[in-house]
């Protein structure tokens, strides 16, 4: 695979290990709202929906019930996980916009064509981002536009996912985003520059022991 798409995935580690600096909310001034960011609510509801998806999927790929009950163990901040997926996405694509980054739907596709390729189908990539990174197959195209979206951000910087400059280009987008975040699902921290109550289950490396090797 090429570099610029090792780049892409490997924006897994990078993430877990430098948090970016998101704005903090403490009040509940969005009735409805599990976050807002930038004027744009994303609902409880949403969130809901996203969090079903996954979990319809978990029980789609599990063979009974003790197989379920585990994905679900290993999944247990499922909600919070994927509210802190919502705003991070909406953030990074600030921070692309500013920069004159877009992502076409042919990069996409291309990207998504290679690993189903690499990993003998499309099937087979539902089912490994599902179990390691909590992506249902109705948000795989989205996490894959955010994966190439982060690293051409990179490349248009001139440095790389876990380079100050460009988690700098994050914390801009935020402040400009304004992100509220409802309390019953945690705060984000930016004079630590670290999440509160969370991990991102999909924004892990990629190439850990037994995902596709990426070259």
């Not at 998101?22 to 809901?48: F, K, M, W, Y």
């Not at 499922?78 to 076409?104: E, F, I, K, N």
């Amino acid at each position: 695979m090429h570099r610029r798409r090792r780049t892409a995935l490997l924006l897994s580690a990078a993430i877990v290990t430098a948090a970016p600096l998101l704005t903090a909310c403490g009040n509940d001034a969005h009735p409805g709202a599990a976050a807002v960011v930038g004027g744009d609510r994303i609902t409880v509801s949403q969130l809901e929906n996203r969090v079903n998806q996954v979990r319809t999927a978990q029980q789609a790929a599990t063979t009974g019930e003790a197989q379920y009950e585990q994905a679900i163990a290993k999944s247990g901040g499922l909600t919070r996980d994927t509210l802190y997926t919502m705003v991070l996405d909406r953030v990074l694509h600030q921070a692309a916009v500013d920069a004159g980054v877009s992502v076409s739907r042919k990069e996409v596709q291309r990207l998504r064509a290679d690993l189903e390729s690499r990993m003998g189908g499309a099937k087979e990539l539902e089912v490994s981002w599902l179990q390691q990174y909590g992506v249902a197959p109705q948000q795989l195209d989205d996490n894959l536009r955010v994966q190439t979206e982060a690293q051409k951000l990179a490349a248009e910087l001139g440095t790389d996912t876990n380079q100050p400059a460009f988690w700098n280009a994050l914390a801009e987008a935020s402040k400009k985003l304004k992100v509220d975040l409802n309390p019953r699902y945690g705060t984000w921290d930016a004079e630590k520059s670290a999440r509160v109550d969370t991990k991102l289950p999909w924004l892990r490396e990629v190439t850990a022991a037994g995902s596709p090797e990426t070259a």
